[in-house]
């Protein structure tokens, strides 16, 4: 056992030397020998950040590969191979995992006492944790889900959470991978609010519209935006009162309608879940002065939501999706087990 690593994991940094792992181009994934305050993990499954599992496969058709799974698969064994982890060279975003205790080093900071042999989900980036892909098993292209044999590094200042015994695993993924997004709007949310979420259909969306809608009460209105007609029924059944179809990045179109749904007041509390680029301005004109966006997005720019909101003189808070919030992880479990609308929703998706 290697020993004096650093807590945030330089250490492991190749190139650029001097930074973080998660902006390092390229980590050390040797898992041959551990640092005394590293936990060394057996992947079971990855589940890659929104954003980032859209875009690879949409790049990969583009390619002209007829198979996906196996492109993905064989994209993910190359991208870990040449930069020690799964951070997408494009969107710069990453995901969480899975997996089974391993090794534990001997000075490791320890955030829940474990165990080698336990099972536990991490809580931190992809892009930052070193991953050696042996074999991808499968890949689910409907759960941004890839199934591998391999091994994982969790430094000491990373966090985790041991799996529920009362969840199925892939189950209680889907859910932790979203986790700061609820646990977020908890907070930002307060009584009487209109609440617009766009992407109220998708993974961290659904789990959104629910806590919105327990927060705002009756007084409140939650408002989702979706794509498709056919996702009208499932967002009106975990907490929307109105939906609003249209393209995400038609923002004027997007700010007419929350006002008409408003009566004008517009949003008090915008979040934003969609995975795709250039949503930025219909998050900001569909929310009222001096009233709150929260980007749960990879896909957001922050360049784009800066000057755009400056260019039309809208005085917002816009808030950058931090995946991490105290005690987010129980938040949205404990939602998950009190919800059994969201419940059979996330069985039905992910197991």
Not at 64 to 91: M, Y
Request: hydrophobic share 40%; with cysteine.
């Amino acid at each position: 056992m290697k020993i004096g690593g650093c807590r945030y994991g330089t250490h492991r940094v190749v190139e650029p030397q001097g930074v973080l792992p998660q902006p390092a181009r390229v980590l050390n994934n040797d898992m041959s020998e551990i640092w005394d305050n590293e936990l060394k993990l057996d992947v079971i499954r990855l589940n890659v950040d929104s954003a980032s599992f859209h875009q690879i496969k949409e790049k990969l058709k583009k390619q002209g590969h007829q198979n996906i799974e196996k492109a993905f698969a064989e994209h993910a064994i190359d991208l870990t191979s040449r930069t020690g982890k799964h951070k997408n060279e494009d969107t710069g975003s990453g995901g969480m995992l899975i997996g089974k205790v391993a090794e534990i080093g001997s000075k490791y900071e320890m955030k829940e006492q474990i165990k080698v042999g336990d099972t536990i989900a991490s809580l931190v980036s992809l892009s930052l944790t070193p991953l050696k892909i042996e074999k991808v098993k499968n890949v689910y292209l409907d759960k941004d889900q890839v199934e591998i044999e391999g091994q994982a590094i969790l430094f000491s200042s990373a966090i985790y959470v041991k799996l529920p015994d009362d969840m199925d695993e892939n189950l209680a993924l889907s859910v932790l991978d979203v986790a700061g997004a609820p646990a977020q709007v908890e907070r930002l949310v307060n009584p009487g609010d209109n609440v617009l979420i766009m992407g109220a259909f998708g993974k961290s969306g659904v789990l959104c519209n629910a806590i919105a809608k327990e927060r705002a009460g009756e007084k409140g209105k939650v408002i989702g935006l979706i794509r498709k007609d056919s996702y009208t029924d499932i967002c009106k059944a975990t907490g929307c009162d109105e939906v609003i179809l249209a393209d995400a990045t038609d923002a004027v179109f997007i700010q007419k309608e929350v006002s008409r749904l408003t009566n004008g007041k517009m949003a008090d509390v915008v979040i934003n879940c969609v995975n795709v680029e250039d949503t930025e301005m219909g998050s900001i004109m569909a929310c009222k002065d001096r009233g709150t966006v929260y980007f749960f997005s990879m896909a957001t720019s922050f360049t784009k939501a800066a000057l755009g909101a400056e260019g039309i003189g809208a005085d917002i808070d816009m808030i950058l999706g931090n995946g991490y919030a105290h005690g987010h992880a129980q938040t949205s479990l404990n939602l998950l087990r009190r919800n059994p609308t969201l419940m059979q929703l996330f069985k039905e998706r992910y197991v």
